[in-house]
């Protein structure tokens, strides 16, 4: 069985799917699902006993060691950086918590960091979830707690009223509820193409100011494009070849034994690809590669950039990235994390990736190498984030619920949503809300526990 399918076989297909009116069914049983699984129940918080830094110190057992101390660093800057690198923790706590058990596919770390602007096949500059790596089939609510609970952290950080947070907190709920509920009025083929292009974002907002940010940004990812990622990270020799620019420790050279492991994936992985992107890299040869690590979540994972230079000494840059287990799977009660599971990682993450965003990178594709698993994409090409804390409050509003409309629409690519249309009703938006508020104490505590152990 293949790791695709694999992942497809766990994202349940209802009985209703070839009955007549399967959505109403869909949505019959969903309202039902109520007097099961009230919806005040997702609102409630038990007590759990656990120790964050524990959790976090297994996770990071399996990363790069001489790396860890710079990703404290980062998680140390705010609760929200904090928030930010530790998906494990609230995995763990919503794994045991009530839950309403409408699985579908979820993207596992859907944080307002977490959605970008990328160029599709065609070149058109998208919008949309951007960080597949803890994605698997969860129950739906999962990923909005998480959204919500990212958009009071990093408001909060702005200093932005608590009142309205907590108002932009319950609209943002609304918004998912009812693009879910329009979704499904729907076809299937119409959520399967709807697109996010920026171009058709930017004429949807109401206000000129909104769209006026949204331009700045179109024009500074448009000019981020494989030529500019080139020039920034290479340099030329004095024999005249391009080579990647090392800066310890984030980005430096590897071993050759490393190297050549890596040059034996990437044959591996063009298996993988597609085939117009196969014949393409054909004509494209490795000069260089470097181990390269960003963000946060992702710190100190095996991360390299490939550079490739063409028969016409044109170049491209992709990068390499290790396919972990979710987190939630690297815990202090985890078994011994095997190859066979990193494989399964590496294709469940390319699987996700191309279900949950409406367009993709077309140099996706993964392979395995010695007791690691990696995935391949483009490296930064028209690539770009919004810097969330710079937003003003009404350029805030637009972009958290421009988020929560998309993870909505993501969710519908799996047909047992359906049943989240009847099961969510308005008190739902309170009780999500009032959630995530209450979840910010966890955060705060376990924040105070990790500056506690590492911020002396």
């Excluded at 310890?248 to 590897?254: F, G, I």
């Excluded at 969330?388 to 009404?394: A, D, I, P, S």
Aim: glycine residues 4%; aromatic residues 8%; hydrophobic residues 40%.
């Amino acid at each position: 069985m293949s790791d695709e399918k694999q992942l497809l076989d766990q994202i349940e297909t209802p009985a209703e799917i070839s009955t007549k009116n399967a959505v109403e069914l869909l949505q019959e049983r969903g309202r039902a699902l109520r007097s099961q699984v009230p919806i005040t129940n997702l609102g409630r918080r038990p007590v759990i006993q656990r120790d964050p830094v524990k959790i976090i110190d297994k996770t990071e057992s399996h990363l790069i060691a001489e790396l860890v101390p710079l990703r404290h660093s980062k998680m140390l800057a705010t609760p929200a950086a904090f928030f930010r690198g530790t998906a494990e923790l609230m995995a763990y706590d919503l794994s045991h918590e009530a839950q309403s058990g409408i699985r579908v596919l979820a993207d596992g770390d859907a944080h307002l960091q977490n959605f970008g602007f990328y160029a599709s096949p065609e070149r058109n500059l998208l919008f949309d979830l951007n960080d597949f790596d803890e994605a698997a089939p969860n129950s739906f609510e999962f990923d909005l707690k998480r959204l919500v609970t990212s958009t009071y952290l990093l408001g909060s950080q702005s200093h932005f009223d608590e009142k309205e947070m907590d108002e932009l907190a319950s609209n943002l709920v609304r918004i998912y509820r009812k693009t879910t509920k329009t979704a499904f009025k729907k076809g299937a083929l119409d959520r399967f193409f709807f697109s996010t292009k920026v171009s058709e974002l930017i004429d949807k907002l109401p206000v000129e100011e909104n769209a006026e940010i949204l331009n700045k940004i179109v024009a500074k990812a448009s000019k981020r494009d494989n030529e500019s990622v080139v020039r920034k990270f290479t340099e030329t020799t004095d024999e005249g070849n391009l080579r990647f620019k090392d800066n310890a420790p984030s980005s430096v050279h590897v071993p050759t034994e490393v190297e050549d492991k890596l040059k034996l994936g990437f044959i591996s992985y063009l298996k993988t690809t597609r085939s117009d992107t196969a014949l393409l890299l054909s004509q494209y040869h490795i000069t260089d590669i470097i181990r390269h690590s960003v963000g946060i979540g992702s710190f100190g994972t095996s991360c390299y950039l490939i550079l490739l230079t063409g028969m016409d000494n044109t170049h491209l840059v992709l990068q390499i990235k290790e396919a972990l287990p979710r987190r939630r799977e690297l815990g202090p009660n985890a078994l011994v994390v095997t190859l066979e599971k990193e494989r399964n990682s590496g294709r469940r993450i390319i699987a996700a990736q191309q279900i949950l965003q409406k367009a993709s990178d077309p140099f996706l594709g993964w392979f395995s190498v010695g007791k690691k698993s990696f995935y391949v994409r483009q490296f930064r090409d028209m690539k770009e984030s919004v810097k969330v804390e710079q937003l003003n409050w009404q350029q805030f509003q637009v972009y958290t619920g421009t988020c929560s409309f998309l993870l909505a629409l993501a969710h519908a690519q799996t047909p047992i949503d359906a049943m989240a249309c009847g099961y969510m009703n308005k008190s739902f938006d309170a009780t999500i809300q009032a959630w995530c508020k209450n979840y910010l104490h966890q955060v705060e505590d376990d924040y105070a526990a990790f500056v506690n152990k590492y911020g002396r």
